[in-house]
């Protein structure tokens, strides 16, 4: 069964630096990558979609790329901002197979230190 | 459009009780999600139907959760009777067609306390 990982679970960074957010799983044979940011008490809001036949996907201050052999992706932030705290899941879907479909990562609590 | 809107935003209930769960999909998306949070398990999709049919109900925990899609704009989850293990924040998500393949757009969430 599919799993996803995020370390660290929690994360703090002083304003203006760039950081990588990590997502690791176990089965590489995925359709399709996504990150999605989640503020407190809220739903979650899609940033980027990896699809499986992609290498990286850029908006804005965000880069998230995709590595399915090593079964890696990273999200990339430069130049953080307050703003820019919140939790970061990643999840990946895989198409065929009922349990499996769409596994989240448990998230990266991240914090920007004004 | 105001986005998938769901009610009620907060729920408590007694164990044993009947909880209902609704959601309002942005108009003209063809898949609607159910999901489940909790500190333990972290995000899980439940539930989701294409064209107001349920496609997949795998990731429905027992017989005491049912979904039902009347029409292309409601949607809603029962869980009956309730059990103080369901509580958790429940969320509602829409896309447009293909499977996982289009951007999810949340709602806010059912944050569902059963005592």
């Known amino acids: 069964k599919q799993e996803v990982t995020q370390i660290p679970a929690a994360l703090s960074v002083p304003e203006g630096e760039n950081l990588v957010l990590n997502c690791s799983f176990t089965?590489?044979?995925?359709?399709?990558l996504q990150w999605f940011r989640q503020d407190p008490g809220k739903g979650l809001t899609s940033l980027l979609l990896i699809q499986s036949s992609q290498r990286e996907q850029t908006s804005g201050r965000l880069n998230a790329s995709l590595d399915k052999s090593s079964g890696r992706s990273t999200l990339y932030i430069a130049a953080s901002q307050p703003g820019d705290s919140a939790t970061y899941l990643c999840?990946?879907?895989?198409?065929?197979?009922?349990?499996?479909?769409?596994?989240f990562g448990k998230g990266t609590r991240l914090h920007i230190l004004p | 459009d105001a986005g998938v809107i769901q009610s009620p935003r907060h729920e408590v209930t007694e164990m044993g009780q009947e909880v209902t769960l609704r959601c309002k999909p942005i108009?003209?998306?063809?898949?609607l999600f159910w999901y489940r949070q909790t500190m333990m398990r972290g995000l899980e999709l439940l539930i989701y139907?294409?064209?107001?049919?349920?496609?997949?109900d795998s990731g429905m925990p027992e017989d005491r959760f049912s979904a039902k899609m009347p029409n292309a704009s409601f949607s809603t989850l029962k869980i009956q009777p309730s059990e103080p293990r369901d509580s958790a924040v429940y969320f509602c998500a829409s896309s447009l067609s293909v499977d996982f393949q289009e951007t999810q757009y949340f709602g806010p969430g059912t944050r569902l306390l059963v005592l």
């Open positions: 999840a990946v879907i895989k198409l065929g197979n009922r349990d499996d479909k769409i596994i």
């Open positions: 139907f294409n064209n107001n049919v349920p496609i997949d």
């Open positions: 108009s003209g998306h063809d898949y």
């Open positions: 089965d590489s044979a995925i359709y399709n």
